[in-house]
T-cell receptor, first 115, second 113 residues
Framework: GAVVSQHPSRVICKSGTSVKIECRSLDFQATTMFWYRQFPKQSLMLMATSNEGSKATYEQGVEKDKFLINHASLTLSTLTVTSAHPEDSSFYIC???????????FGPGTRLTVT | GENVEQHPSTLSVQEGDSAVIKCTYSDSASNYFPWYKQELGKRPQLIID?????GEKKDQRIAVTLNKTAKHFSLHITETQPEDSAVYFCAASNIQGAQKLVFGQGTRLTINP
């Protein structure tokens, strides 16, 4: 149980375009989903926390107008990177959490390359 | 906010020896401390976790200790094997609060055969 999927696993896009990444909890309802970014050889950095039906809470330094997060249901959150630039190239990982549990369940990640 | 420091950044041990990775945290409200193993290009895998009401937890070759007073926790891997080679991350979270995980910087562990 507790499976989280992410789609796509890899995406290459041109500078200036937008990319949408989906995060789904497959067998449980996720009251909270988290979006992380990981640059090569670095740690996971939290970008934002999203709760179903409400606006996401962004970490300091993360542009909310550039990284649009929607958590429309208890099983789906989306991250849209708008007007992507090469410096946005990174590994984006989501995690899902269900109230009453300690553990967060991670998606497999999405490798974004902006050319 | 919470800040987690992890040491060492790299660790190389002989197969069969023990490995210890240490983390400190700053927020006394943190009450959940998981450890993750991450292989290249993959998601972090939870290998063990500890809650603030427990001082030590063990699962086969892996153990974690927590010192709430000093705000530090450690991962111990005994009888290391080549497949233990990976990057390990500690993290801290306040389950009753924001629930977000704050990660340490990571430790690249290499097991030499």
């Amino acid at each position: 149980g507790a499976v989280v999927s992410q789609h796509p696993s890899r995406v290459i896009c041109k500078s200036g375009t937008s990319v949408k990444i989906e995060c789904r909890s497959l067998d449980f309802q996720a009251t909270t989903m988290f979006w992380y970014r990981q640059f090569p050889k670095q740690s996971l950095m939290l970008m934002a926390t999203s709760n179903e039906g409400s606006k996401a809470t962004y970490e300091q330094g993360v542009e909310k107008d550039k990284f649009l997060i929607n958590h429309a249901s208890l099983t789906l959150s989306t991250l849209t990177v708008t007007s992507a630039h090469p410096e946005d190239s990174s590994f984006y990982i989501c995690s899902a959490h269900s109230g009453g549990f300690y553990e967060q369940y991670f998606g497999p990640g999405t490798r974004l390359t902006v050319t | 906010g919470e800040n987690v420091e992890q040491h060492p950044s790299t660790l190389s041990v002989q197969e069969g020896d023990s490995a210890v990775i240490k983390c400190t945290y700053s927020d006394s409200a943190s009450n959940y401390f998981p450890w993750y193993k991450q292989e290249l290009g993959k998601r972090p895998q939870l290998i063990i976790d500890i809650r603030s009401n427990v001082g030590e937890k063990k699962d086969q070759r892996i153990a974690v200790t927590l010192n709430k007073t000093a705000k530090h926790f450690s991962l111990h891997i005994t009888e290391t094997q080549p497949e233990d080679s990976a990057v390990y991350f500690c993290a801290a979270s306040n389950i009753q609060g924001a629930q977000k995980l704050v990660f340490g910087q990571g430790t690249r562990l290499t097991i030499n055969p």
